[in-house]
């Protein structure tokens, strides 16, 4: 009686069914938020997979344009004409930053179309280069590797020298041979300066969070690393199709 008094009222009173409808669709609407926010959890690991390789179609065609430009010429013979990057998607499964040389196992290799001496970054900066290859997975020399050297620059004034890895703590590394009379503060931007084959100039190392001057009139400047190396999941690994041309050019001198 109840019930059929609830319904009668509900379908003959006009304020009271206004009431019920409203309560209603705040109900339905309050489910159907939670259930699609479970189902956007639960697809998480789509979403990212989708984003990487998004980000790698984007990087790659920006490359492509920025050679467009950079060019007033192609080279007929070029295979993909204007670009001079490719970037390839893949995940971490084994990493260390708790010994003097660290690798990182990434779950693609020569089949993919990694091979040695290529650059590895993240979305946050620098990772490393490839150190060795199979055809399904690539090791990875870890800027956190005794071994590991790079050219970086001040970000703000173009002055460049190398990075190292002092073989203590996972969050800073060594930039040297900037000389004394630069201009540098505590967070000053660290990046890739170009002065090579692997890696593109530009990308981030880290930031300045301290420096002294040696006694060769260079500074001793420590670097805070951009990349948390204890959380790496996914990273990309850069080819530059013109790296052997790059390499015998800069060559010939030595050999002369």
């Known amino acids: 009686m109840e019930a059929l008094s609830f319904i009668v009222l509900v379908q003959y009173n006009r304020f009271h069914r206004a009431?019920?409808?409203?309560?209603?669709?705040?109900i339905q609407g309050f489910f159907y938020d939670n259930?699609?926010?479970?189902?956007?959890?639960?697809?998480?690991?789509?979403?990212?997979?989708?984003?990487r390789m998004e980000n790698n179609l984007l990087r790659n065609q920006l490359d492509q344009y920025n050679r467009l430009i950079e060019n007033s010429y192609l080279?007929?013979?070029?295979?993909?004409?204007?670009?001079?990057?490719?970037?390839?998607?893949?995940?971490?499964?084994?990493?260390?930053?708790?010994?003097?040389?660290?690798?990182?196992?990434?779950?693609k290799g020569r089949k993919h179309g990694i091979l040695t001496e290529q650059a590895v970054i993240s979305p946050h900066g620098i990772?490393?280069?490839?150190?060795?290859?199979?055809?399904?997975?690539?090791?990875?020399?870890?800027?956190?590797?005794?071994?590991?050297?790079?050219?970086?620059?001040?970000?703000?004034?173009?002055?460049?020298?190398?990075?190292?890895?002092?073989?203590?703590?996972?969050?800073?590394?060594?930039?040297?041979?900037?000389?004394?009379?630069?201009?540098?503060?505590?967070?000053?931007?660290?990046v890739t300066s170009g002065y090579s084959a692997i890696f593109p100039e530009g990308i981030l190392v880290g930031t300045i969070s301290g420096f002294d001057l040696e006694e060769s009139n260079f500074y001793r400047i420590e670097i805070k690393l951009s990349v948390d190396y204890k959380n790496l999941t996914y990273?990309?690994?850069?080819?530059?199709?013109l790296k052997e041309e790059q390499m015998e050019i800069e060559q010939e001198p030595v050999n002369d």
């Open 127 to 190: 990772v490393g280069v490839v150190y060795g290859t199979t055809g399904h997975y690539a090791t990875v020399i870890s800027v956190l590797n005794r071994n590991f050297r790079l050219s970086a620059k001040l970000k703000k004034n173009e002055y460049f020298g190398s990075v190292t890895w002092s073989g203590t703590g996972f969050q800073t590394a060594i930039l040297s041979e900037i000389p004394y009379h630069v201009d540098i503060e505590i967070g000053d931007t660290i």
């Open 19 to 26: 009431g019920f409808i409203n309560l209603t669709s705040n």
């Open 35 to 51: 259930m699609y926010g479970m189902k956007e959890y639960l697809n998480l690991k789509k979403v990212n997979q989708n984003l």
């Open 235 to 241: 990273v990309n690994v850069i080819r530059n199709l």
């Open 75 to 107: 080279v007929q013979n070029d295979s993909l004409p204007g670009r001079k990057y490719t970037y390839i998607s893949a995940r971490v499964i084994n990493n260390s930053v708790n010994k003097q040389y660290n690798y990182i196992t990434l779950d």
